[in-house]
């Protein structure tokens, strides 16, 4: 069965230091990846799907398939960057779009 | 947001009471998903819907039942509300471009 891990439940940093949010999954197909974010008391938005390799407000994720991991990074966070981040994992195929998420990682970006 | 609203967004109810949450739609989406979210233990999914009359368990659907009968209704009913199903809920949809999913405001449930 598919898994995802985010190691940690918390991360604090200051503004202006870089951040990398860690993500490992195990699959044994080919996954697809996303990370989510929940600012407080809001709905989740997606954030950054890594078919795409796009970056939003400054933040990239690169799949490493050798490592299984998807961490997600920002060079200079920022304090709007204190939310909820949840790592997510969709395995295609018959699975009916489900997702599996990560236990999440809080980040708190300090002034 | 998608055109996913929930309803009630707060309810307080009492150990033993049937609850029923409503997920609403306006984008004619095929596959919905309901799933609960408490601290340490991420999203969960509880149910989903790949169609009209078309359900299925997710890992966490003991205690739990649901309904769709129109495309754009996903309901989730707690047949008898117990402290452990004090939760946030969030509905899902999933996206017409690949497998994100695009989620609701949540419902916060107290179950006293």
């Known amino acids: 069965a598919q898994r995802v891990t985010q190691p940690e439940k918390l991360l604090s940093v200051f503004k202006g230091a870089p951040v990398e949010l860690k993500c490992n999954y195990s699959?044994?197909?080919?996954?697809?990846l996303f990370w989510y974010v929940q600012y407080s008391r809001q709905r989740l938005q997606l954030l950054l799907r890594?078919?795409s390799r796009e970056s939003i407000k400054g933040f990239t994720a690169d799949l490493n398939k050798g490592e299984t991991s998807f961490h997600l990074k920002k060079p200079f966070a920022q304090e709007e960057d204190s939310a909820m981040y949840y790592c997510?994992?969709?395995?295609?195929?018959?699975?009916?779009?489900?997702?599996?998420f990560g236990q999440g990682t809080i980040l708190t970006v300090h002034p | 947001d998608a055109g996913i609203t929930q309803s009630p967004r707060h309810k307080v109810t009492e150990t033993g009471t049937p609850v029923t949450l409503r997920c609403h739609q306006t984008?004619?989406?095929?596959?919905m998903y309901w799933y609960r979210q408490d601290p340490g233990h991420g999203l969960r999914l509880i149910h989903y819907s790949y169609g009209v009359k078309d359900t299925d368990k997710g890992e966490v659907s003991d205690g739990y039942s649901v309904s769709r009968s129109k495309t754009e209704d996903f309901l989730l009913t707690l047949e008898s509300a117990t402290s452990s199903q004090t939760s946030v809920y969030f509905c899902a949809i999933r996206g017409l471009a690949g497998e994100e999913q695009f989620f609701g405001p949540g419902t916060r449930l107290t179950v006293l």
């Open positions: 890594h078919i």
């Open positions: 984008e004619n989406h095929r596959y």
């Open positions: 997510a994992l969709a395995t295609g195929g018959t699975s009916y779009g489900k997702l599996t």
């Open positions: 699959y044994s197909g080919s996954p697809e």
